[in-house]
């Protein structure tokens, strides 16, 4: 018995399944302008640790600036406001969408277009980043997707 | 003798029967009041009688005039914003079309886009950004106190905010408005919108007219 347990604890060692990234992406849809040069990008930011991570940068090598704003709608009013940070709740998830949160993507080193491929680096402020990659979308779309 | 429990004394009817024949009255005539009474719109307000809309000298995306009298012979979706919206813009616009499609006599509904931010929508900006959406939308600028002789009466709120130093942002009313074909607004979408109430809502209010 006593030679049995340490071989039955190596078993179960083996059986773990590979860990989850600590932060994930999923739905990630990036509209190319339609005039000008302001894409827009949404996702949803899943957080599978025990703690807050905050995400206090977003970049792309494909543009000077991106930023993170929300759209509210108060009185019938629709104003849009810049936000320094994200935070993802521990063992939750922030979702951006139209009409709500969203990351506005800014002059583009040269210009944008439907089927472009855009890399976005989403830095937490507690170190670390996760780097999320989309095919820029036409907004005009034919689908209700 | 013995009577048939069916039967009573001749000529008269059972309790049960008379109260079956005034059940069925009573359904037969509510039937008639909820099938004959209008519906009511699920979400719009609709402004009954329409309130006329106001004299305004307005630019349309292909270079023309566009004045209170453009509205006229149509339905229109009319909704306010600008070009470097980058969110509740493009979503509405793509709402409105989608809804459109939802409407059995949708191809002659126009959606009508006025950018409260004439300053950088000029007639090709608004023009390229509306019909990107698709056909039979109109992009519409113009001076900013054109603007604001439709914008006032109908109660669309619009004002610049800075973003950086070198660009702003403008808040505006996110509301859909339904001009009817005598160019007077009949009802008004709250945002959030939605394709289906968009449609159905509007689907009904043109049936009433």
């Known amino acids: ?145 | 003798m013995s009577l048939h429990p069916l039967h009573r004394q001749s000529g008269r009817l059972r309790p049960i029967a008379a109260i079956l024949l005034t059940v069925a009255v009573i359904a037969g005539i509510g039937t008639y009041v909820l099938t004959s009474t209008p519906a009511t719109p699920a979400k719009a307000t609709v402004v009954t009688p329409g309130i006329p809309l106001p004299e305004f000298d307005l630019v349309a995306g292909d270079g023309g005039a566009f004045t209170r009298d453009s509205f006229e012979g149509r339905w229109s979706w009319l909704f306010f914003g600008f070009t470097h919206c980058p969110d509740i813009c493009p979503a509405t616009l793509h709402q409105l079309s989608l809804a459109r499609q939802g409407i059995d006599s949708g191809d002659a509904l126009a959606i009508v886009f006025v950018s409260v931010d004439p300053e950088r929508d000029t007639a090709e900006a608004v023009n390229a950004y509306a019909t990107a959406f698709g056909d039979g939308i109109t992009g519409v600028t113009g001076n900013l106190e054109e603007i604001e002789k439709l914008t006032g009466p109908l109660g669309i709120y619009h004002a610049r905010v800075p973003d950086t130093p070198d660009t702003y942002q403008v808040e505006h009313g996110a509301a859909v408005l339904l001009i009817n074909p005598d160019a007077e607004m009949q009802a008004v979408f709250s945002s959030p919108h939605e394709v289906a109430v968009l449609a159905s809502d509007t689907t009904l209010i043109m049936e009433q007219h």
């Not at chain 1, 994930?24 to 599978?48: K, Q, R, W």
């Not at chain 1, 709500?100 to 583009?108: A, E, I, N, T, V």
């Not at chain 1, 170190?127 to 989309?134: D, K, N, P, S």
């Open chain 1, 1 to 145: 018995m006593k030679t049995l347990r340490p071989l039955l604890l190596l078993i179960l060692a083996g059986c773990t399944p590979a860990p989850t990234a600590p932060v994930t992406a999923t739905d990630v849809v990036a509209f190319a302008p339609i005039t000008g040069d302001i894409s827009v990008a949404y996702l949803t930011i899943e957080n599978h640790t025990d703690d807050a991570v905050v995400i206090s940068e977003v970049s792309s090598p494909q543009f000077a600036r991106v930023e993170i704003h929300e759209t509210t709608i108060a009185d019938g009013v629709a104003r849009m406001s810049r936000r320094p940070e994200l935070e993802v709740p521990r063992r939750g998830s922030v979702t951006l969408k139209e009409g709500g949160l969203h990351l506005m993507l800014l002059s583009p080193h040269k210009p944008i277009a439907a089927g472009d491929r855009v890399s976005l680096q989403l830095n937490y402020e507690q170190g670390g980043m996760l780097i999320v990659e989309a095919e820029m979308r036409s907004r005009v779309r034919t689908d209700e997707s």
